[in-house]
């Protein structure tokens, strides 16, 4: 299917057009798995980024972010997702900025809030 999407998406716009998907049931782990939580929870502008990548992240690059921590940005990584926490504004965030992140190569992938993941496994459940 992810086959099918991104040649069509490609017809259409003219480019290539990565697409990454997930089962309801690997969806219900991404979020029933989110760590990071409990940083900055009473922060009320602190919001938690999924990145939906379409393989797994390398270990050496999942350390590498895990220890690109600021006083308002937090990473965890598993499996194909990499977990983003950020305590402010997330256009306040200077994290992407730093020479560790761009150095990074990391698999094509998709950033969705998480709660809308959560919306997504009550509409369709596992």
Known sequence: ????LSAHLQSALGYPVGVTLRTPT???????????GELWADAPDSRTQVSLHATRIPPADAKVLEACRTPIDAFAVIDREVYWRCAGKITD?????SPELKALRL???????????????VLYPA
Do not use: D, G
């Open 1 to 4: 299917l992810e086959t099918q």
């Open 26 to 36: 690997e969806l219900a782990a991404i979020v029933a798995n989110a760590p990071l």
């Open 107 to 121: 698999p094509p992938s998709t950033m969705r809030n998480l709660n809308t993941l959560t919306k997504l496994t």
């Open 93 to 97: 965030s200077t994290v992407w900025k």
